[in-house]
């Protein structure tokens, strides 16, 4: 079978779930297609898939031509979130599977039944009429209609999910959705023990940040604010003196080091499976909150801490998460300035969340604040005793667990035929 895949081109949560559902489906032929982070992502891990189509640098015309020959050349779809990827393959007429972790979080301006109606009525005969067709359906809408649009809709378990499954089965839609536990590369986990003792004391993993409003030199006061911080770090831990710092924004000829008192933190980005053996090997790890990672984490036994939000999903998470001892303790920039009121609004939240970094990074005052709320959160994070983090990596695995993620896909698209 000829898979064709993709995932939205929001940091690298999607993308990570899309190479955890394609490394298992040896014997089918899986094609990626995308481009920006989501296309690094699928580069730095090669072995992922067959063929890797980069369309980032063509025209939009050319990117979609070459997307819909793929399409109309595959016997099936995954799309990682990636909505528009969905409305091409059935207007190719191809089965597409929508791959979700975030299920809940999408918020609707519109009864889900009038989305429903919107995508039975949808036209099939071209793009662009489909396009037109879904017009005011604001992003969020959009990533539902995919579900109601797909062939299959597998969605990751987390609080609310069930909850909204209900109202999507109360629509009589005839939709074939899935709930699996993490959307994790399981066999890369289970190899990522380490083989030596730990090469850094703290691991900060700040995801793949470029999303539709963040990018490397755009909006990226966060990153700044981050790098105004790591020498504090290093001269208020001496306990930390080799800290690696891994993201996307650390790709691509863009490494660096920070040294202060006596300690290094070295910022470079690394393939999934690395990664995953630096989490497994690393005494203390601090994340940016994504989902993601966090399963990643969990499924190593190991406990990370949450820092900052980011953007307007990292608010959810955490807020979905309040009552786990990681939503607890984890870090959120209400601690530093507790009256700011975020927008409960996707892109006008992570604007605010943007803004909201470059104050406290220019502001000394604010400054000094995150830097003491910040070392408060790690101290009571080192504080504790093994079996409290064990306790609540458990927590954890009972409340986001699931049928396994690959089972699931194995059961839609059968096993593949022997050579």
Known sequence: MRIVMGAQNCGFGPVSELVAVSRPLLGHERVF?????????ARRNPD?????????????EAAAEMTGELLRGSDHVISVMDAELVIRSVVARRPV???????????LARPLARIHERCVTMPR???MAAEEHLTGLSPHERVVAAHLLATHSVVQNFPGVAERAAEFAALDSGLRMHRTGPIVDVEGLRSAAPATGPEHDLLIDVGGFKNFLLDFDVNDDYMRLLHRWLPDLLR?????????VCGGPFGEGRERTVSAAGGTADCRLLRQRELHRVVASTPDHLMAPGLTALHEAIALGRLPMAIHEQHYAHVFTMRALDGTGFGRSGGRFTDVVPDHTLPEDDFAGTASLVG??????????????????FNERIEHYVSLTPSQRLH?????????GGEPAHAVMTGILGAPRAA
């Open 48 to 60: 992922a898939f067959d063929t890797v189509h980069d369309t980032g640098g063509m025209t939009g």
């Open 392 to 400: 609540d990596v458990q927590e954890l695995g009972r409340l986001l």
């Open 33 to 41: 297609v995308g481009d920006g982070v989501a296309a690094v992502f």
């Open 356 to 373: 909201l970094a470059g104050r406290i990074r220019e502001d000394d005052g604010l400054y000094a604040r995150y830097r003491r709320t």
């Open 125 to 127: 005969s071209g793009l």
């Open 97 to 107: 599977t929508m791959v979700d972790s975030l299920f809940s979080f999408w918020r």
């Open 236 to 244: 208020d831990w001496p306990r930390f003196r080799r800290v690696l």
